[in-house]
């Protein structure tokens, strides 16, 4: 039986959840996540996790933050007038915004807070600065 390789198209069902157990994503209510190993399509800890795996094989992975999505950039949050939104929008933390940025890319910007007039976004990952714990399964090779 093979194993997984760099430039193997995988598909892979996947648990993760935080360090205290709470569970923030699952692919077992749907079909397995399908990547190519080195197309840099998840996270590093993730892709690297599936290399040398047989189809079947189950394995449960931790990932730091260097190897997930990183550390908690300060140069990602900033401040707007509540004037820059449309009126109507309903704005209030947790509402997560898709920004068009340059070359046609969306970055996505949680809402952090409303001070009076401002509004302050953070452009992190929800995950950024987490230690992931992932159970992996790999399904199959493609």
């Known amino acids: 039986m093979s194993k997984a390789k760099n430039g193997d198209t995988v598909k892979v ?3 993760g959840t935080l360090e205290d157990g709470t569970q923030f994503d699952t692919s077992l ?9 080195g197309g840099h399509q998840v996270i590093p800890g993730f892709e690297n996790a599936v290399i040398g795996l047989e189809t079947g094989e ?3 992975v931790r990932i ?3 190897e997930g999505y990183g550390e908690y ?4 949050r ?3 007038d509540k004037s820059q939104f449309p009126k109507d929008m309903e704005l209030e933390p947790g509402l997560r915004l898709n920004v068009p940025g ?5 970055a996505v910007f949680t809402v952090v ?6 509004v302050i976004l953070d452009g992190n990952h929800p995950l950024v600065g987490r230690t992931l714990i992932f159970d992996l399964e790999l399904v199959e090779i493609v």
């Open 113 to 118: 807070d409303i001070l009076g007039d401002e």
């Open 64 to 66: 730091p933050p260097n």
């Open 102 to 106: 340059e070359g046609g890319k969306v």
């Open 78 to 80: 900033f401040i707007f």
């Open 58 to 60: 189950k394995t449960t």
């Open 13 to 15: 069902h996947y648990t």
């Open 73 to 76: 950039d300060e140069k990602l």
């Open 29 to 37: 209510e749907r079909e397995p996540l399908e990547f190519t190993i």
